[in-house]
């Protein structure tokens, strides 16, 4: 079974840092791309930073500068370096991957993880 599981949220004050970790697991042929997102209460989900499989990077403009998303191709993980947090980060992250497995090609999610950050 191919999953995705994520770790490193919790509660931060404002100006803190996090550090989001997600491991893919199961019967991979091949990743492509990587990233998180996030879902704050009464919003969609947005994108808050990818990285491809030879290292290209793309940021949402709200994190660009305080964000880093790093990759590692051979352990098949993504990592969200959270900096100078702000309250507006607030949200549930989600890791995302697109996967090539034995049955499919596509979009795969984890479950989910709080990231709180208060004033």
């Known amino acids: 079974q191919v999953q995705l599981v994520e770790s490193g949220g919790g509660l931060v004050q404002a100006g803190g840092s996090l550090r989001l970790s997600c491991a893919a697991s199961g019967n991979i042929f091949r990743i492509s791309a990587m990233g998180w997102y996030r879902q704050a209460p009464g919003k969609q989900r947005e994108l808050v930073a990818a990285v491809t499989s030879d290292g290209t990077t793309n940021y949402a403009d709200s994190v660009k500068g305080r964000f880093t998303i790093s990759r590692d191709n051979a352990k098949n993980t993504v990592n969200l370096q959270m900096n100078s947090l702000k309250p507006e980060d607030t949200a549930v992250y989600y890791c995302?991957?697109?996967?090539?497995?034995?049955?499919?090609?596509?979009?795969?999610w984890g479950q989910g993880t709080q990231v709180t950050v208060s004033s």
């Open positions: 995302n991957a697109y996967m090539r497995t034995v049955t499919t090609y596509g979009p795969f």
